[in-house]
């Protein structure tokens, strides 16, 4: 069975990570992850043109097709450095920013979905990304992280 917590945190990678941007709820993310995560997303949008609307939807679980959104998930995951551009996740990065998941692995419908949003056949890596971001919404939308 997979822990609910592993998920969240493992969404986050989505941070997608998926569901807060301002409203962040430091007592439960973290005071650091909060922060982070708000800066994240002002730099993402600021580079890649996604508004707020189009990322309300996706944390929705509505994966419009817009290169924007698509884009700015790959930002929030690189801008993060919790993955580099092969779409690899570095784990000393991970654990820095989400502690929680030093005490667990993480699940492995998630490794599933990483590794086969990798082996798509797209040409271009935020299409992959959000290929991944849509198997972890799948996994368990009421714990899905969009900063």
């Given at each position: ?43 993402c949008t600021d ?101």
């Amino acid at each position: 069975m997979i822990k609910m917590n592993t998920i969240t945190l493992v969404s986050f990678l989505a941070l997608c990570f998926y569901s807060a941007y301002a409203y962040l709820d430091p007592k439960k993310y973290g005071e650091k992850l909060s922060k982070e995560g708000n800066e994240w997303h002002d730099i993402c949008t600021d580079v890649t043109g996604a508004t707020d609307e189009m990322i309300r939807q996706v944390r929705d679980g509505n994966f419009i097709e817009e290169e924007k959104m698509k884009r700015y998930i790959l930002c929030l995951w690189r801008v993060s450095r919790i993955m580099d551009r092969n779409m690899k996740v570095d784990h000393v990065v991970l654990k820095e920013v989400l502690p929680e998941v030093r005490h667990g692995s993480f699940p492995q419908e998630t490794r599933d979905c990483l590794v086969n949003s990798r082996n798509l056949d797209l040409k271009e890596n935020y299409d992959k990304i959000y290929e991944f971001e849509k198997c972890m919404y799948k996994l368990n939308p009421e714990e899905f992280i969009m900063f």
